[in-house]
């Protein structure tokens, strides 16, 4: 299993990323898209890969906003899995056009 390493820490190397607040151990970000064809865009790119290295984003969409939240269940906490996650989040954002 993947070593829980500290929220703080995780983000240290995520631009745009930050602690969440609320409940649980986890990393945060809010992505803002041109519209709701290149949110869902990202979307579609991230949940593919997301499936493939079997570790799933918590996210809610609305119209051009994607709001995500990344933890890993298994370890209950961040791991190595969601800083890599949000690392390919944030380049295919900027490949989407995301707003900073
Ligand atoms: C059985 C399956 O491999 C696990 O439930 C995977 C699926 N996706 C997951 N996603 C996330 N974010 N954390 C996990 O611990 C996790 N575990």
Known sequence: MTAKIEA???IQSLE????????GDA???????????????????V???ADKRDHHPEWFNVYD???VRL??????????????LARFMNEVATAMGARA
Do not use: S, Y
């Not at 745009?16 to 409940?23: F, H, K, L, T, Y």
């Not at 990393?27 to 790119?45: H, V, Y």
């Not at 933890?71 to 890599?84: F, I, L, Q, R």
């Open 47 to 49: 949940a593919l890969m």
């Open 27 to 45: 990393i945060q970000k809010t992505f803002r898209f041109a519209d709701f064809n290149a949110a869902f865009g990202f979307m579609t790119r």
């Open 65 to 67: 906003r994607v709001e």
């Open 8 to 10: 703080e820490t995780a």
């Open 71 to 84: 933890t890993t269940h298994d370890a209950d906490g961040v791991t190595d899995k969601d800083v890599d």
């Open 16 to 23: 745009g990323w930050a602690v969440d607040p609320g409940e």
